[in-house]
């Protein structure tokens, strides 16, 4: 593993639609040269570029969080398989190609991202989707920040207490 100063954030671009659809992906390393085997071993047509922050500078959303806990869980299952199979841990740019090309198959399936556009209510519009008590302001007790929000399915307020560190 890599000590985290040394680490570096990858910034990915997807793009979806309602019924289903998506293109390859672009992927924005933080580098100055744009290295021949930074675009291997990524799914077809993945557009690579680079970027002297590791983060663009024009906010982008897919308006689903679906897609993106979807994508962070079998990120997750890939790394440790990774990790499993390289002892050393270290996630270079190139390393990072091959566990990104397992997972992004596995996002954007026609079924998960219906399931985003329909979970959200943005499509089929459904006003109802996502609770009023979701956009709730986080309030700040005791050093914790405490988020209320709205359970989809049972209706009823769930309080979290979030350890604060500031």
Known sequence: M?????????????CI?????????????KC??????????LP????????????????LSDGSGEKKRSFESHWDQ?????WDLHPDRR???????????????????LENIISG?????????????????AFAPACRQNGHILMIWMSSSKKKAIYRLLNCST
Request: net charge positive; with cysteine.
């Open 2 to 14: 890599v000590a985290p100063e040394h680490a570096e954030s990858v910034t990915l671009v997807g």
């Open 17 to 29: 639609n309602a019924v289903g659809n998506s293109i390859p992906p672009m992927v924005i390393f």
């Open 32 to 41: 100055k040269r744009l290295k021949e085997e930074f675009k291997n071993n």
């Open 44 to 59: 077809p047509d993945s557009l690579v570029t680079m970027s002297p922050k590791d983060y663009m500078t024009t906010e």
């Open 78 to 82: 890939e790394v440790l398989r990774y």
């Open 91 to 109: 996630l270079t740019k190139t390393r990072f190609n091959v566990i990104f090309s397992k997972v992004w198959p596995k996002c954007t399936t």
């Open 117 to 133: 556009f329909r979970s959200t209510g943005i499509f089929p519009y459904d006003a109802t989707a996502v609770p009023e008590a």
